[in-house]
């Protein structure tokens, strides 16, 4: 009731029980006979709406769906067997939405693109026909008329559904060509509207369709070439749904042609969201075809309303990118382009003098030039490579890039980008506080702050290379593993130098998003056949990439997309991985994903590596101080803790604490007496407690991550497996209590686990008696053909002349 194009105030309520065919209504062809198929026969089979030329490929299981070859573009697609006609078979008839009850032969068909053809051609808002004058193509391929015809498609499957009480025709979604049926589409359903078979709210009334209407005669339309046109129509609107997310108030409505009517609510608004959608559509013609966008890339300030982002590309690169966006444009609810606008990013665009080597554009590309001369926005260069000169506005200039060079401990401002030190190695931070005393910094991998010297600081190098800005247009997690994807496909065989993404900014943490970040040792990460790499992302969340191969020169980069949460623990997993030394703090970006197990001395780790995959954690060596409860940093004269000396931490007493915070603090060694001065970082909170316990008993503690929902399961197998194997460890025996004890929760949980692995032994054990039991009936051992006599060589009674055993 009240589809697309309807008038009216919808049809009345009735029986479709007692609902019988009108005499004039159109009569419902036969089924046709079974036909016969094979490799290689040229046939006619169904895409969108229309029948196109193709040949035959393979036929499914069961004949049900057969793989068909489409002539005019040479793609392939598994279509139903109902949806491919033999040769000579005429196409489907459909009633003409001028006469109701009348029939008309469906003439769509793909329209090939042509490389004369503009990417995209509008058509101006006063020059689009009204809805009452044209069929209009729905996102699943099924048409839909104006209110006058009566008439009005509900899904690609060639089903039409009526939209008011005059009784025109109307079929199911499942093209059963019933009359009337009481499922979604009916004569005489509610006033609530069609929910089609995918499940999205289609939901048009005849007043929302009459609202519609009146838009739709205000609107515009664009051709984008059939190509984009059909991602829009694929996977039943999917790409179109996505694209009117982005540009609210917006209804897209596209057709096998290429052609995209674009509906507004009118207005001011209107003829802004109408521009917007105008320049998606663009955008999404220029990566379909593999081209740059012509014309100037949007602004910054518009990000938050166009929903985009800007990612860095090495400007060498750029060409050979475009055939990637075009291959993968359909693997991500993204659209990610390059402008030829000012500067390629829309930013402020950067002062030049005269004699200064720049970087000037020349058709579509940027050449090494020599200023002449500056006069406002104008700019007189001379190019290099052949002593030409050229009148170029300023946004067609770059200055050339100063590389900077590593280390530079020159003084520092607060949002500086540095390598701050931590323990032996540098990590990157950012600038907060600036003092005499020193630099105080927040590292990026976990939002830790902390007070350093100034020489363990140092500015971060500053990447020399070229560089243009692509736009990757888009809501969520499809950015990121957009901009992923690319910089994966830059970094393979070499291309792209691994230094370059010191120049990625990192996406907001508020948001999904990308971000890069160093690696010493990648292997660690990545582990056997990726098995490692594989676990972190199944504990964070996130997707994560490690660009370029093993020969890779330089330092390495590690690239993660998802939530700011999931980039966070990408990060601070990749870091606890590389370090070789058990673990002294948890990250508080890990702290909702990471459980202390206690391991009884002893125990074969071993046996707990099959489970690592099958339930997907990560686990690490943790030190027992872990177990202590209280803030290890808070430090007091007269508190009793432990000092290193040496590799070892000894007992001993703070004697005094200094108020720098880069001195070091004296105590008072317990077994001797003697006093020291001890860096405040080799200083230890005293066991006790749990700590105490596990540290007499030499029980092992494993750090383990994973998942939030996971985490419980994982803990509660590792400590099943062990109790398992050691009985006694965590579940009280008859002997007397457990060793480690469990909080009530966890205690059940492991005895679930042991019970269901006991009943996995004896359900074994029992399969493997009966597979070595004497069957009396078959004459064989348990009817196993290895077990069974005179079957394999070396157990046969050779049935030579020499009578020997065997061969």
């Not at 291959?327 to 606008?341: Q, R």
């Not at 582990?527 to 199944?538: D, E, F, N, R, S």
Request: glycine letters at 10%; one cysteine or more; a negative charge.
């Amino acid at each position: 009731p009240g589809g697309i194009g309807s008038g009216g105030g919808g049809a009345p309520t009735v029986d479709s029980e007692t609902l019988q065919q009108p005499a004039d209504a159109p009569a419902v062809a036969p089924p046709p006979k079974e036909e016969l198929f094979f490799f290689g026969m040229p046939v006619r089979a169904k895409h969108g709406a229309s029948f196109l030329d193709a040949t035959v490929v393979s036929i499914g299981l069961g004949a049900e769906t057969i793989t068909v070859k489409y002539k005019y573009d040479g793609s392939q697609a598994e279509v139903p067997k109902a949806d491919v006609l033999p040769p000579g078979a005429p196409d489907p008839v459909m009633p003409d939405p001028a006469t109701p009850g009348a029939i008309l032969d469906d003439t769509t068909a793909a329209k090939t693109a042509t490389e004369d053809k503009p990417i995209a051609e509008e058509t101006p808002a006063d020059e689009a026909k009204p809805a009452n004058e044209d069929k209009l193509a729905t996102v699943d391929g099924s048409v839909a008329a104006n209110k006058d015809s009566g008439w009005s498609a509900c899904s690609g499957d060639g089903g039409w559904g009526a939209s008011s009480g005059d009784g025109s025709w109307n079929t199911t979604p499942s093209g059963d060509n019933s009359w009337g049926t009481s499922s979604g589409g009916s004569w005489g359903a509610s006033s609530e509207g069609w929910a089609d078979d995918r499940g999205k709210a289609s939901e048009w009334n005849t007043q929302e369709a009459t609202k519609t209407e009146e838009v739709a005669e205000e609107g515009a339309s664009i051709d984008i070439g059939w190509e984009a046109a059909a991602l829009l129509l694929d996977n039943s609107g999917h790409r179109t749904s996505v694209l009117e997310s982005l540009i609210p108030g917006v209804q897209l409505v596209a057709q096998e042609s290429g052609k995209v009517s674009i509906r507004t609510q009118g207005g001011d608004e209107g003829t802004v969201a109408e521009s917007r959608a105008k320049l998606l559509l663009r955008c999404l013609a220029a990566a379909k075809a593999g081209k740059i966008v012509e014309e100037p890339a949007p602004e910054v300030e518009e990000s938050s309303r166009l929903h985009f982002r800007t990612y860095p590309v090495p400007a060498a690169l750029k060409d050979s990118l475009l055939p990637h966006i075009q291959k993968t444009l359909g693997d991500f609810d993204a659209i990610p382009v390059f402008f030829c606008g000012a500067n390629g990013g829309g930013g402020e665009i950067a002062e030049v003098a005269v004699d200064e080597v720049c970087d000037a554009k020349y058709g579509n590309s940027f050449f090494e030039a020599k200023v002449l001369q500056v006069q406002g926005d104008a700019i007189k260069v001379k190019f290099v490579y052949d002593d030409s000169e050229a009148d170029l506005s300023k946004s067609d200039i770059k200055p050339r890039k100063v590389a900077a060079s590593a280390g530079d401990t020159s003084d520092f401002v607060v949002g500086d980008s540095v390598e701050a030190k931590f323990g032996n190695s540098f990590f990157e931070a950012e600038v907060v506080e600036v003092s005499d005393k020193g630099v105080k910094v927040k590292y990026k991998y976990d939002n830790s702050e902390a007070e350093l010297a100034r020489e363990d600081v140092k500015a971060s190098p500053k990447v020399a290379t070229e560089s243009e800005q692509l736009f990757v247009f888009g809501e969520g997690r499809s950015v990121g593993d957009c901009a992923l994807s690319i910089y994966k496909e830059l970094a393979h065989g070499g291309k792209m130098q691994p230094d370059f993404f010191q120049s990625v900014k990192e996406d907001p943490l508020d948001t999904f998003g990308l971000s890069c970040f160093k690696v010493d040792n990648p292997g660690r990460c990545i582990g056997a056949k990726g098995a490692i790499m594989k676990k972190i992302m199944k504990v964070s969340g996130a997707r994560l990439e490690f660009p370029g191969g093993k020969d890779v020169q330089g330092d390495r980069y590690g690239a993660a997309s998802g939530t700011g949460e999931e980039r966070l623990r990408v990060q601070c997993l990749c870091e606890a991985m590389q370090d070789i030394s058990d673990m002294s703090t948890i990250p508080k970006a890990l702290e909702s994903v990471c459980r202390l197990v206690r391991i009884p001395k002893g125990f074969k780790m071993g046996l707990l590596l099959d489970l690592s995959l099958e339930v997907g954690y990560v686990d690490k060596p943790a030190a027992v101080q872990l177990l202590s409860k209280g803030d290890a940093s808070a430090i007091e004269i007269g508190q009793e803790v432990e000092g290193k000396y040496g590799d070892k931490f000894h007992a001993c007493t703070i004697l005094e604490v200094p108020s720098n915070t880069y001195a070091n603090v004296k105590v008072r060694w317990g077994y001797d007496g003697s006093e020291a001065e001890v860096p405040k970082e080799d200083i230890r909170p005293a066991l006790q407690g749990e700590a105490l316990a596990a540290s007499q008993r030499g029980d092992e503690i494993k750090a383990v991550f994973a998942a939030p929902d996971n985490l419980s399961n994982a803990c509660a197998k590792i400590m099943g497996k062990v109790e398992f194997e050691r009985p006694g460890t965590y579940v009280p025996q008859d002997w007397g209590e457990a060793a480690i004890t469990l909080s009530k929760e966890d205690l059940d949980l492991v005895v679930a686990e042991v019970q269901k692995m006991k009943d996995e032994q004896k359900q074994w054990d029992t399969q493997n008696w009966q597979g070595n039991s004497w069957d009396e009936d078959k004459k064989s051992w348990g009817g196993q053909g290895d077990k069974s006599w005179g079957k394999q060589d070396d157990k046969s009674w050779n049935k030579q002349d020499d009578k020997s055993w065997g061969k």
